[in-house]
Every structure is written in structure tokens, then in C-alpha cells.
């Protein structure tokens, strides 16, 4: 496999949740954009606090005080989250910036998000017609696969991984996009024929890619037509989609949602519960099971494609 190496690095801006992330360390595979006003900073420290004085909370490896949340992963990075606004940022010694950039990526803009008021969803996104569908699910599942899968029935790639859910004046659920690449593991790249379009490993020495995807949804935000909730089919759930109870349905979103822990204390459960709530009556939810052998890809994403055109036709002619 041949993978091409990033560009040196200088200070750029990207789009991250919707909001325009001005940062000083190379976030790689993030989308980015035309250096404007940033909504949010990222900065590189030196001397972050190792404790937050009167934290009014704590975990295993964070700690809130007021708008501050201090995430410390030991031996990778100290990350301080403030006020929605700004990461600072001091990595560990001798680690790779790809390392830390991973966590800043993911757990520190998914407590900044959380902060802003957002709901961050462990999944990936595809455009569907004016709207899009995030395919939920543990790691390991196969989301990722199948967004990359669906690019070949003309789905533009909107996001991975990290969906950021906002609610908006008429109570409809809207999708920020969060990323230019998916991240693929090295079996997947093969088993979709990928090869070519292979950049770096999410971080050295590790068999998870940042792959270009073939086309990328460029509208800034679009409403959520359909949520699956992607599991393996075994003899207890045969391969099918089906649409969920509600109180399944919303209870499986916040179990899907980022970090449920610490976002309840960042924005109260109570929050994360009405913005799951609200999702599930705007949205319609589908358990989705599928067999995970790459033999079965091509017939899972052809029942997955029909099934979403379908609900994009149905909401148009509605």
C-alpha cells in the first residue's frame, strides 16, 4: 500500500462541527477551510495545570471547574477545554503531534462541542438527497466502511465519527460536517479497492488510514433525514433494517452519544435526555443489522442505498 505523506505543516484553519477552528497543531483529516474570524482557538502549552483548583466534578482522567474541563491522558497529552472557546494543548514528551492530535480530534472538541450546547453522535454520515444519514454503532461495527461503501451508489462522505447534532428554531435536528477524510482500517481500504486513495495512518505504526473519499458534501449544515443504529446480525437479530420503539430508539442515541458521562456533567442529563428526546420524535431511527464479512458488503450497501432513497422520496413528495 502506498500512502502519501501530509504537507509540512503551518497554522491553518478547519471546519469542525460547524464551527471554524483556528489551531495551531496539523489536525490531519480534518476539513479545512479559508482562514476566517475562528470560533474556536487551539493552542500548543507547556505548563498546563496537572489538577483544576475547586473542580466541582471529576472522572478516571478529567476535571471540571466552572467552564473548564482538564482531560489528562497519561503519557500522550494534557488538554484544558474552556468555555466552548478554546484547547490548550501540552503534549507529552517524545509523542508524536499525530498522537496527540488524534485526542485533541476527538475527546477534547467533543467536550468543547458539549459545552456549546451540541449533541456528538459515534458516528458516520452520508448526504442523501438535501438531507443526511448517520450510521450509529460500537467501534468495530463497520460505520466507516459503510459511508466509504456508499460513495459508490453517489452518496457524498459528510462525516466520521464524530457527528455534532444541533437542534434549531423549528426544533429540526441539523448536522454540521466534521471531516475531508474517513478512517478506514487496512482490510477495509483493500476490500473497497482504496489503495489509491490512502494518506497517513491515524497515528504511526497503526493499520487505520485517513482515506480520501471520492466526494464530499460541501453544504455547511444539513438536516438529518434518518439515524441507523448499526449492529452485527446474529440468530437473535437476522439481517434487516426495522425502525425502532421509541424508548428503544432513545435510549440507544444516548448511549451513542460521546463521552455520555462527562457530557452529562457538561451540559446536564437532563439536557442530553431532551436533546435525544427531541431527535427521536423529528427523526426516524432504524435498527440496522448487517453481516460484517466483506462477502456481504456489496448486497448490505445496495439494501441500505434503497432503503434511504426511499425516505428522501418519501420527504420530498411530502
Avoid at 275 to 287: D, H, L, N, S
Amino acid at each position: 500500500m502506498t500512502i502519501r505523506p501530509e504537507p509540512p505543516f503551518a497554522a491553518r484553519s478547519y471546519r469542525i462541527g460547524g464551527l471554524t477552528v483556528a489551531s495551531a497543531l496539523a489536525l490531519p483529516g480534518s476539513l479545512e477551510t479559508e482562514h476566517a474570524v475562528a470560533d474556536v482557538q487551539i493552542s500548543r502549552e507547556t505548563a498546563l495545570p496537572t489538577t483544576l483548583a475547586e473542580a466541582s466534578a471529576h472522572g478516571p482522567n478529567w476535571s471540571m471547574a466552572g467552564d473548564r474541563i482538564l482531560l489528562d491522558i497519561p503519557g500522550v497529552a494534557r488538554v484544558l477545554v474552556t468555555a466552548g472557546r478554546k484547547i490548550a494543548v501540552e503534549g507529552a514528551a517524545a509523542v508524536a503531534d499525530a498522537d496527540i492530535a488524534g485526542f485533541v480530534q476527538g475527546s477534547a472538541m467533543r467536550v468543547l462541542l458539549h459545552q456549546r450546547g451540541l449533541m456528538t453522535l459515534r458516528a458516520s454520515a452520508v448526504a442523501v438527497g438535501d438531507g443526511a444519514a448517520l450510521l450509529c454503532g460500537p467501534p468495530g461495527v463497520g460505520k466507516s466502511t459503510l459511508a466509504a461503501a456508499l460513495a459508490g451508489y453517489g452518496h457524498d462522505f459528510f462525516s466520521d465519527d464524530l457527528c455534532a447534532v444541533r437542534i434549531d428554531a423549528r426544533g429540526a435536528p441539523i448536522l454540521a460536517p466534521d471531516g475531508a477524510t474517513l478512517r478506514l482500517w487496512a482490510s477495509a481500504i483493500e476490500a473497497l479497492d482504496l489503495r489509491d486513495r490512502c494518506r497517513t495512518p491515524l497515528r504511526p505504526g497503526f493499520q487505520k488510514f485517513h482515506v480520501e473519499p471520492s466526494s464530499i458534501a460541501r453544504k455547511a449544515e444539513l438536516p438529518i433525514l434518518a439515524i441507523y443504529m448499526v449492529r452485527e446480525a446474529d440468530a437473535a437479530v437476522p439481517a434487516g433494517i426495522a425502525p425502532l420503539p421509541i424508548g428503544d430508539a432513545a435510549m440507544l442515541l444516548r448511549r451513542n452519544a460521546h463521552s455520555f458521562h462527562l457530557a452529562a456533567q457538561v451540559g446536564g442529563s437532563a439536557s442530553l435526555f431532551e436533546q435525544a428526546v427531541m431527535v427521536q420524535r423529528r427523526v426516524p431511527i432504524f435498527g440496522f443489522a448487517r453481516p460484517t464479512s466483506f462477502d456481504a458488503l456489496a448486497d448490505t450497501t445496495a439494501q441500505l442505498d434503497t432503503h434511504m432513497r426511499a425516505l428522501d422520496r418519501a420527504r420530498t413528495a411530502a
